[in-house]
Structure formats: C-alpha cells, structure tokens
Nanobody, 123 residues
Framework: QVQLVESGGGLVQAGGSLRLSCAAS????????MGWFRQAPGKEREFVAT????????YYADSVKGRFTISRDNAKNTVYLQMNSLKPEDTAVYYC????????????????WGQGTQVTVSS
C-alpha cells in the first residue's frame, strides 16, 4: 500500500512558477513509476508527466513540454513537478499517482493516488 500526499499548490500570476511535491509512504518507493495528472473545472483528468523508478526516464504531455520538469528524490520518497512559465490554462487540481513498473500515460494504469492540490494561474 502506498499513500501519497501532494503539496505546493497555490495562486500564481501568469508567467510565474510553482513547485509541487508529492510525498510517498513505504519503503519501496524506487520500484514505482510516478505520474502527475491534472483536472481543470468541467474537464476530464489528463496526463501531465511521468518518471520511472530510477528517475532516469521521463515523459511529458505536449502541453507542458519545455515548461514543466518532473523529478524525484528516492531518499526522501518524494516526487516533484517544477512548473515554469505558467499559463491560465494550467489552472487545475494536480494529482500525483504511483504504479509498479514502467512509466505510463494512462491514468487507469496507476494504482495509488493522492488527494490533489489546487493550482490557480491568474492572467
């Protein structure tokens, strides 16, 4: 069982930056691929970024590529999402998720989810 707790959300102006963190419980964190997803009001939850267990492999949605960076610190059981050049369309609740094995973009392949953290980008 893995428990995930996100933090770092907030209100920021367009063009600004935020760093989200997701702290995981358990002693096998490095065996899990981690993903970030987001859900904007009135929209379906969508994939943002994913990272493999070692941190050496990442993949991003086209909408955030070049602006967001996913990373992890396995010693701290934490995954991060650095968000730069934020846009109003990045406004959403951001969720982290965990799955055994390789990275994946489908949210249905993730077994564990955090409660989400709100990110609001004002224009």
């Amino acid at each position: 069982q893995v428990q995930l707790v996100e933090s770092g959300g907030g209100l920021v102006q367009a063009g600004g930056s935020l760093r989200l963190s997701c702290a995981a419980s358990g002693r096998t964190f490095s065996t899990y691929a981690m993903g970030w997803f987001r859900q904007a009001p009135g929209k379906e939850r969508e994939f943002v970024a994913t990272i493999n267990g070692s941190g050496g492999g990442t993949y991003y949605a086209d909408s955030v590529k070049g602006r967001f960076t996913i990373s992890r610190d396995n010693a701290k059981n934490t995954v991060y999402l650095q968000m730069n050049s934020l846009k109003p369309e990045d406004t959403a609740v951001y969720y982290c998720a965990a799955r055994r094995g390789v990275i994946h973009t489908l949210q249905t392949s993730y077994n564990y989810w955090g409660q989400g953290t709100q990110v609001t980008v004002s224009s």
